[in-house]
Structure formats: C-alpha cells, structure tokens
Nanobody, 126 residues
Framework: QLQLVEFGGGLVHPGGSLRLSCSASGLDLGYYAVGWFRQAPGKEREGVSCISSSGSMTTYAESVKGRFTISRNNDKKTVYLDLNSLKPEDTALYYC???????????????????WGQGTQVTVSS
C-alpha cells in the first residue's frame, strides 16, 4: 500500500510563501498521479492541484492558478506544492492523495484517489 505524509505547513503572513511536501513510501510513486486537496473549517474538501505520474501534465484550481505550483521528484519519492502570494482564504488543512495512473493521466475528483496523507495545516493571517 502507498503511504503518504505531508509536511511544510505553518503560519504565514498574507503575501508570503510556503512549500508543502508529500513524501511517499510503500509503492513506486512513478506509477501514481498525485493531487493536493484542502479543507477549511465548515467547508467541503476541494481540489487544488494534481500532477501526472511523470510530471508531464498538471492542473490547478482557478483560485490558485498563477500562485501555486505543483512538482515532483520521483527519485526522492516526493511531490511538492509551492504556495506563493498567499491569501487568508488559502487557510486550510492541505492533503495530498495518490492514485494509480497511466502516463499523462490526471485525477480531478476525490473519489478517484486511493491513498491519502494526514494533512498539514496552512494558516495565512496577519
């Protein structure tokens, strides 16, 4: 079974930046698409970004496009989410998730993901 652990969250001022990491173990990450989701208190979990197994394809929610960047290093078994120009509305618990996928395949829905991390908290506040 693929196991995922996120880290890198914290408290940051508006306009600041963070790098979130999703570390994988148990299976070869190179065969899995990875997505980032977030959930704020009282709100539904929403998709933020996803990346195909090789990193050749990516997608972003409109709310974060141009500010967040997803990337991966399969040799390090890690997927990153760089959060830039952070806004208070970005405050949420951020999760990474993974699903077996073919080259270039993206996963956009929660139900498509088989493995989930425990989440890392991002708080944007002055």
């Amino acid at each position: 079974q693929l196991q995922l652990v996120e880290f890198g969250g914290g408290l940051v001022h508006p306009g600041g930046s963070l790098r979130l990491s999703c570390s994988a173990s148990g299976l070869d990450l190179g065969y899995y698409a990875v997505g980032w989701f977030r959930q704020a208190p009282g709100k539904e979990r929403e998709g933020v970004s996803c990346i195909s197994s090789s990193g050749s394809m990516t997608t972003y929610a409109e709310s974060v496009k141009g500010r967040f960047t997803i990337s991966r290093n399969n040799d390090k078994k890690t997927v990153y989410l760089d959060l830039n120009s952070l806004k208070p509305e970005d405050t949420a618990l951020y999760y990474c998730a993974s699903a077996f996928a073919r080259f270039g395949e993206l996963k956009r829905l929660e139900g498509e993901y088989d493995y989930w991390g425990q989440g890392t908290q991002v708080t944007v506040s002055s």
